[in-house]
């Protein structure tokens, strides 16, 4: 019964002790459980950091077995490793004796191995006292069985985030058919490494909070392996963060406004400020708009400041000096004296921000209207207004789409139309369906190469060494060491105002393609 019990039980059942605890802290995260501090000398000049910059998981990962950075191979820190009875050939061709508690410690304080050698200028001395040092070899003695959460032997825990209630519980209630319908594909298929993915949701709130507290439900009750599609709006700019201080990996933020941060968090496709940067290419080169008088216009908010801040600063880079930003209240535009603004400055090419209403409310002022400037916009931003708009102004609005239909291959459309109907999400939210359907691809694809003794670490690595990835209804995604944009682009559609329909231009702009 005890075997049957541990065989079907989660990976990370093991129990630590409250040594093998603090020594755990100290190799994830550089901290002593005890309060006391931990250095690290780093380089030549022994310059010391906190340890907490360079904790023994950044190198050797979670699970204490190494990972190349460069040309760079940290070495397998996994005890069984270390202390084999018969010593070790290194890459470079030294061998060394096993190593003990005491040989350890002279090791990760000293930077000399268990033979008396010189470890490798890039391992770092940590100065810390000897109980932080015994916690630590305690918790290397139990790396090796202390596996991540929510991997269990005929299942992998994966988790989302999908409002119940409020205005986003319609399109929370549509996500979450689409994923289950696309896992149960999966899982149809023979899972992942004969693996079911099970589908963990839980409800973020409205505000930042409750989102965040939802998030901590998920990694510490729940015991998740991963997050994937998460629709947290109110966690737009903090989720890298929040993910990093987990250490779990998300794939696929939806309704985020830029690019997430943090080396866990991928985003298959471009969020808002990506978009307006290929808008702003777009500008620069296809439209031919050198340097000419330009606003961004955006609501009054942090976020989307900062989002027109980061478009000011690419547009200047395009040699673009005359651009200023205009905010505004969202919901209670003040058309008139953003319009006059816009005007006294002359502007020609005009980045908006915000709601479709608000845009319309833009578009409908009598200087914008005299004199159209250009207007870009994104897709998720703006949609009937721009068709509503006069033939002159119409001729003249180009918009962002991460997607579009001439991305589907048949056999991604089929896939996508059965999981529809599988799932009951119906067409509702297509763009919304999209990003989490090819959300759902890309962590299926990264659990699978990850490997059968995956782990976050090891999906993580997965990720960042997926490359042309097709999901089927996307651009090719693909991910890197420092890009955690998987599309980092966008289709320019113009609008047909006679038709009253979008108007694909033929133009997909790449900011990784971009020579600044």
Known sequence: MATLACAAGPVAAIELTASEQAGKQIFLEGRSASGSNIAARVGGADTAIPATVVPCANCHGADGRGRREGGVRPPDITWRRLALSYGQRLENGRERPAYDAASFARAITSGVDAGGNR???????????????????????????????????????????????????????????????????????????????????????????????????????????????????????????????????????????????????????????????????????ALKLANPPAAIVHPDEARSGAIARALAERLARRGWSQVRAYAYVPGAFDAAGVGTALAGQGAQAVFFMGRDADFGALAAQAPLQKSPPWLFAAANQVGAAALQLAPAQAGRVFIAYPTLPQDWSPQGAGALRAVRERSGAGERHPAFQVGAYAAAMVMAEGLKRAGRDASRDKLVAALENLHGFQTGVTPAIGFGPGQRIGAPGAHIVGVDAQKRVFRPTGRYVRLDAVQE
Not at 200 to 222: C, F, I, M, S
Request: aromatic letters at 4%; zero cysteines; a negative charge.
């Open 119 to 285: 470890l490798d200028p890039a391992m770092p001395r940590f100065t810390m006292s000897a109980r932080d040092v015994e916690d630590l070899t305690a918790y290397l003695k139990r790396l090796e069985d202390d596996g991540d959460p929510g991997l269990l032997a005929d299942a992998v825990r994966v988790g989302t985030l999908q409002p119940a209630a409020g205005p986003l519980a319609e399109l929370g209630a549509t996500v979450t058919a689409l994923l289950r319908g696309t896992f149960d594909a999966v899982n149809a298929g023979g899972g992942v490494h004969g693996r079911r993915v099970e589908l963990v949701v839980a409800d973020p709130g409205t505000d930042a909070a409750g989102a965040e507290a939802a998030l901590r439900r998920l990694v510490e009750d729940e015991k998740v392996f991963a997050v994937v599609a998460p629709l947290v709006p109110a966690l737009d700019g903090r989720l890298g963060e929040l993910a990093d201080a987990a250490r779990i990996p998300v794939v696929g933020p939806l309704a985020h406004l830029t690019g997430s941060g943090g080396r866990f968090v991928f985003d298959p496709l471009p969020g808002l400020g990506e978009q307006l940067g290929a808008l702003g290419e777009y500008a620069a080169t």
